[in-house]
């Protein structure tokens, strides 16, 4: 389990916590945010609902080394790139090839240098500060202002790391991807998607895991509140997209495989009836990563980048193994519709990434 050091916990707070400091950090990036050319930016995005691999995706282009991203050495200055890049300079000078697996217990190996999902505390402090109450996520909309805002911090990222690409992993941007998309037309938004029955296991299990550190170190919990990771634990929010979700996913215990599947369901139903028609969105099925050289090689055309050798490979999740286990627990309606969704979305991203 990692552990935060007392120095680590005052540094989070002060900089990523409600406050003068953070409210600064804000301004300043709104202040100077006026002269982005968002057309001009020609970035990656990648989202989906969390454990459908997005990470795995966020690591293999990561390795290709045509990208800028935010990174685990930024931490906590995020939103003070000049700073970010002074203490990352000095961090790494001792702790260079220090790697372990992360918390989600899955085999992905972190290290300093590894890019991970940093930007929401920019958006929990914007768009979310009169609503971080809530226990609930909808789909949300935001300004040309705002959006320049974002564009102006992810920049001056690209212009620490020296490339003119940038790769951002947010599994929470899905919910204002209709904006993103039309701010950044020359962007690629990569929409991850799992078998659901797999994923909501893997959402269960990572859940209940997440839990239990969260109970034996409540720092891990603020910490995951600081950064805006409210897919599962103690402090998990609800992903709702029609009025009447919350209810329904209020009626579900999170301790069972029904819940998960029932917010996949409105997940990326919603995905797929919102966000089909977007050019730049594009679906991404995480199997057809796992089993097909050419879906991979259509991906790196896609993103006009040259294929690599020795690239990331990917793997199927445990969670694929027991799936027997589950399907008794869940209604055949459920299970049913859920299939349906995923095989639109398998058809929708074949056709993606066609050429």
């Not at 170190?217 to 995951?224: A, G, H, P, R, W």
């Not at 050019?279 to 991404?284: L, P």
Request: glycine share 4%; proline share 2%.
């Amino acid at each position: 389990m990692q552990k935060y050091s007392f120095l680590t916990q005052i540094l989070n707070k002060q900089f990523l916590g409600d406050g003068e400091i953070l409210d600064y950090s804000i301004k300043r990036i709104q202040k100077n945010s006026y002269n982005i050319e968002l057309e001009q930016c020609n970035y990656v995005f990648i989202t989906g609902l969390a454990r459908s691999g997005t990470t795995a995706l966020l690591n293999f282009l990561d390795k290709t080394n045509k990208f800028s991203s935010l990174r685990y050495k930024y931490m906590p200055f995020i939103l003070m790139p000049k700073i970010a890049q002074i203490f990352s300079k000095l961090f790494m000078n001792n702790n260079k090839n220090v790697i372990s697996e992360r918390l989600h217990g899955d085999g992905i190996l972190i290290g300093q240098s590894s890019p991970e999902c940093l930007d929401e505390p920019f958006w929990i402090n914007t768009i979310y500060k009169k609503n971080l109450n809530n226990n609930f996520m909808s789909p949300h909309s935001i300004d040309s202002d705002l959006a320049r805002s974002y564009g102006y911090l992810l920049n001056k990222y690209a212009l620490i790391e020296n490339k003119k690409r940038m790769l951002i992993k947010n599994n929470n941007s899905h919910l204002r991807l209709l904006s993103t998309s039309s701010y950044f037309p020359n962007s690629k938004f990569l929409v991850v998607f799992r078998s659901p029955i797999a994923q909501a296991i893997s959402l269960l299990n990572l859940h209940k895991r997440i839990s239990k550190f969260q109970l034996k170190d409540k720092y891990v919990l603020e910490y995951m509140n600081l950064i805006g990771h409210w897919e599962f634990g103690l402090g998990k929010k609800f992903f709702v997209y029609k009025k009447d979700q919350e209810k329904t996913l209020k009626s579900l215990n999170p301790e069972k495989i029904n819940y998960w599947l029932m917010q996949w369901i409105f997940t990326y139903e919603w995905i797929n009836n919102n966000l089909s028609d977007k050019k730049n969105i594009i679906f991404i099925c995480y199997e057809q990563l796992c089993k097909d050289d050419n879906y991979k090689m259509n991906l790196f055309k896609l993103l006009n980048i040259k294929q690599e050798n020795n690239l990331l490979k990917f793997k199927l999740g445990r969670s694929n193994n027991h799936k027997d286990l589950y399907e008794k627990e869940i209604s055949i309606k459920d299970l049913k519709k859920s299939e349906n969704i995923y095989s639109q979305l398998k058809k929708k991203s074949n056709f993606a990434l066609n050429f």
